[in-house]
Each structure stands twice: as C-alpha cells, then as structure tokens.
C-alpha cells in the first residue's frame, strides 16, 4: 500500500479538558447516529438484494442521510459549486482525509472503490463493507473478475467513486493521478456510454491551526485524527467543486483521460486557494 509522507508529520498536541468535552458533545450523536442507521442498512439491503439486485434504491439515502447528519454534527461547512451529474459512469477526486468520504457522499449517493486493505481497517472497514464499497486488488489474476464488477455495479446505475492519487496527503497539494483504474472505463464494453466528473476538494482549516489540519499522512494514527476534528473549537471549511463531466468516448486511452481529469482537479483545488 503507498502512503504518501513528506517527512513532516506534526507532532501531536494534547488534548485539553475543554477539548474533550466537545469531542464527547459531538461523537456521541455521531455514534448513536451510526448505531441506529448501519443495522437498519443491513436489514433493508436483504429484500432491496432480492428484489433489485444491484440495484439499490433504497439503502444509499441512509448513507446520505448519516453523512450529511455526520458533517452537520461536527461543524463542518461544506460550500459546494457545480453538481454532481446525473450521467451513468464515476467520479474521481484528490484525497486529503478520512473526511472526504463523509464529504463526498453528503452530496451525492456513490459507491467508493478502495484497495483491498481497507477492508482490514478497524471500524472503517466494516462500514465500508456494509455501504458497498468496491474492494480492488492490483494483480492480474484478479484483473478480469474486478472489470466485470465494475460493468456490473456501472451498468446496473452505480456511481462510482476513487482516488486516483491512491494515497491521503496533507491537504496541501493534489498529487500525479495513477492511470491504472481508468483502464477500467475505458473497454468496449464501457466507453461509449460513460462519463467521468472530476471533483476538487480543498479543506481550509480552523482559524489558528495548522493549514494542514484536516490532513491524514505518513504513519498519522485514525484514532487521533479523529480526537483532533472532534476536539477543536470551531471547525473550518471545504471547498467541493464539481466541474464538468468528460465523455470517456471522447478520449482515445486511459491516461489522456487520466491526464484530463487531473488537470480539472489541479485548477479547481488551485481556484479555491485563499
């Protein structure tokens, strides 16, 4: 797994009194919220599968719901420009935190597409599995088996979502994006059809912390990062930008179309400097 690390991670700062307090104020609600919402998702995922199959018209709402609940809980603003586009296909985005999923699904039903390892991850897996997350392995054996999910999970109205930098950083730039799952989009099977929306997302963090605030790098441990956001005083802000959608059939492979959507990504992320 790469782990993007600049070799600064920021020493951790104490928690104070007041500081946990706000942390209980605010996870609490969230906890409870995750409590009632992830088994009523389980349950209704039963007949919604038997009835639907992939399909899923009913258990993404509750993802939405917990997400955009989940946000307004801790203080998070989340200013949003553009939309996300009704077109069948996926989304691609930089990565900065363990944030942006709850950011991203607060303002559009998808399905993230994640390595494998995550599914080991404490807490975080098992709600990734729970939600639908697409688990990927890069090896070639796997490689026939994962392109017909994705055909599958795409044909049957999913929207998809990965991070093409396949790494968090610090919040603080957008890395080169990897080529390799937009082969994915690109078969016969698929490119006519498809669009790929590229998504900008800046975290401008609270006033008086460090600009990378919300960044989640190197060997930073979740648990703290988690303390740290529910802990602080006043949240910040992040900028969502939506730009327009590419038509995967307007590019002739994979990495013009990866350098397509890096390149809307880079812009955006720079336009919401401030």
Request: proline share 7%.
């Amino acid at each position: 797994m790469t782990i993007w690390d600049d070799g600064e991670v920021p020493l951790d700062s104490p928690i104070t009194i007041a500081g946990w307090l706000r942390a209980l104020r605010r996870g609490v609600p969230i906890i409870l919220l995750l409590l009632v919402c992830f088994p009523a998702l389980l349950i209704l995922r039963v007949p919604e599968k038997w009835i639907w199959g992939y399909r899923r018209p009913i258990t993404p709402w509750i993802t939405q719901f917990v997400c955009i609940s989940a946000c307004w809980v801790i203080g998070l603003k989340r200013n949003v420009s553009g939309a996300p586009t009704p077109d069948r296909g996926a989304y691609v985005a930089n990565h900065s935190t363990w944030l942006d999923i709850f950011v991203l699904n607060a303002s559009k039903r998808i399905y993230f597409v994640a390595k494998a390892e995550v599914q080991g991850w404490p807490g975080i897996g098992w709600l990734a599995r729970g939600t639908g997350t697409v688990f990927i392995r890069r090896n070639r054996q796997e490689a026939k088996r994962q392109q017909q999910m994705f055909e599958d999970r795409l044909r049957a109205g999913h929207h998809l979502l990965f991070f093409p930098e396949g790494t968090s950083t610090d919040g603080q730039r957008v890395l080169p994006f990897k080529t390799t799952l937009f082969a994915a989009f690109t078969t016969d099977a698929l490119r006519d059809f498809l669009t790929i929306q590229p998504v900008s997302l800046r975290y401008h963090a609270p006033a008086g912390e460090d600009p990378r605030f919300y960044g989640w790098w190197g060997d930073m441990g979740f648990g703290y990062g988690l303390l740290k956001v529910l802990a602080v005083r006043r949240q910040g802000v992040v900028d969502v930008t939506y730009h327009p959608p590419l038509k995967v059939a307007d590019f002739p492979d994979r990495k013009a179309l990866a350098a397509a959507c890096e390149e809307a990504v880079r812009q955006g992320f720079i336009g919401s400097a401030r």
